[in-house]
């Protein structure tokens, strides 16, 4: 899609500090962390939110987890835990209109959300 901040990073035409990736998924670190641990995972192609995901290609969502987990990993903190969390839409606090999961942790998390 153009126009689109995650296509952009997806396709490498907007630099982001990428941590992991597949043929299908970038994970890459959040620009405005909430925690030590801070990585948004994203699918190559847009779509707008993951429910819209999970409706057509549903083996992307759980490449998505499966890249988290190995990003949970990789950062370390696969022993302390972990948080993934998918906003969607405007009660959801959606910000970025291209499917995302955050992975978060390195601290204690509060719950429930505000
Ligand atoms: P959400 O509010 O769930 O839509 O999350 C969007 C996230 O994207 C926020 O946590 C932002 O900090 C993050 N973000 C926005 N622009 C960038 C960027 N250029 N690189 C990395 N993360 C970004
Ligand atoms: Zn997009």
Do not use: K, Y
């Amino acid at each position: 899609m153009s126009d689109c901040l995650f296509c952009a990073i997806a396709s490498g035409g907007i630099p982001a500090d990428v941590v992991a990736s597949t043929d299908r998924v970038v994970a890459f670190r959040d620009i405005q962390p909430q925690a030590p641990v801070h990585v948004l995972i994203i699918p190559r192609a847009h779509h707008d939110d993951v429910p819209s995901i999970a409706d057509v290609d549903p083996t992307l969502v759980a490449e998505m987890f499966a890249l988290a987990a190995q990003v949970a990993r990789a950062e370390g903190i696969d022993a302390t835990g972990s948080r993934l969390v998918t906003n969607t839409g405007a009660d959801g606090g959606q910000t970025v209109p291209h499917a995302h999961v955050h992975l978060l942790g390195g601290r204690r998390l509060s719950w429930p959300p505000g």
